[in-house]
């Protein structure tokens, strides 16, 4: 992970070690002494939105091709 302010620039768990809570407990950290957190994801990446859903994260938007990939991506807020 990693996080530069209250952004979550980066969240990755290999696949082999996924589905275990290692990527809970890096929000859980995260979240730890802030009021707020943003990040971006794919739309097209279905069981990731629903893991920040799942973690209280909130679209925050319309989504933006605005990226490298030219794909459609989703900003996401969680607030304490």
Known sequence: MVLAG???EQLY????H????????LLVTAKA???ALALWT???NQPA?????RHGFTPDGS???DNEEGAPALCLRWRR
């Open 63 to 65: 989504p933006s091709s």
């Open 49 to 53: 939105v629903a893991f920040y859903a």
């Open 13 to 16: 768990v290999a696949p082999a």
């Open 33 to 35: 002494g802030r009021d």
């Open 6 to 8: 209250d952004w979550v």
């Open 42 to 44: 794919f739309e097209s």
């Open 18 to 25: 996924q589905r275990r809570g290692l990527g809970s407990r």
